[in-house]
């Protein structure tokens, strides 16, 4: 079965401070990898995505996540945090013929002016 | 030019009603689903169609029927709603390998 874990519910950063959301994932296979931004009232906006190839994945907005295999973990970055970054942050992993989603709880981003 | 859009935005209803829920594509994709994210933020596949065929159906109550008249289209239709329906439900459109584009959600409030 295919499982994500996002471990922080919660992160509060300043507005120009670096930020690093962690994602742990369980698949059976290789897996492809996703990072999706929710604004507040909005629906999912893909932010980045990783299938194969380049192990570091660059995305819209100025994120970009590393792949590790050896961790289980697709970690999502940002060098500066802008105000408007603000939002719930969701990793989800899948795979397999029926392309089925399966995503984490989510982390809310908080940014400090 | 709207990817995925669904209608209505908002809905809200009275314990028992019989509503639906209307998501169009123009993407082109032969695959679409249907979300819940309860009041937690938790986002959980229902049912999932390629190509007007019913490949995903989770443990949802039989008062969920999921319509797909073409690929463009999947509709959401619930019987008899409860309060434990109220939630937003997202309808998404998929690509090649797992990768979904969103609709704006509808907000189901059951009184």
């Known amino acids: 079965a295919q499982s994500v874990t996002q471990p922080d519910i919660h992160i509060t950063v300043s507005e120009g401070a670096s930020l690093e959301l962690r994602c742990n994932y369980s698949?059976?296979?290789?897996?492809?990898l996703f990072w999706y931004v929710q604004s507040p009232g909005q629906g999912l906006q893909l932010l980045l995505k990783y299938f194969s190839g380049d192990t570091l994945v660059q995305g819209i907005k100025g994120f970009e996540a590393e792949f590790k295999r050896s961790q289980s973990s697709f970690n999502l970055r940002k060098p500066s945090v802008h105000w408007s970054d603000a939002a719930e942050y969701f990793c989800?992993?899948?795979?397999?013929?029926?392309?089925?989603?399966?995503f984490g709880k989510g982390t809310l981003l908080t940014v400090n002016p | 030019d709207t990817a995925v859009s669904q209608t209505p935005k908002y809905l809200v209803t009275q314990m028992g009603n019989d509503k639906s829920i209307k998501c169009e594509q123009n993407l082109g994709h032969d695959t679409m689903y249907w979300y819940k994210q309860d009041s937690k933020k938790f986002l959980k596949i229902m049912f999932s169609y390629n190509n007007k065929e019913l490949i995903i159906n989770e443990t949802v109550p039989n008062r969920f029927s999921p319509k797909s008249p073409d690929k463009a289209h999947l509709n959401l239709h619930i019987n008899s709603l409860e309060l434990g329906d109220s939630a937003v439900y997202f309808c998404?459109?998929?690509?090649?390998?797992?990768?979904?584009?969103f609709g704006p959600g509808t907000r189901l409030t059951v009184t």
């Open positions: 998404a459109s998929g690509g090649r390998a797992s990768e979904q584009y």
């Open positions: 989800a992993v899948g795979g397999g013929s029926n392309y089925k989603l399966t």
């Open positions: 698949y059976g296979a290789t897996p492809y």
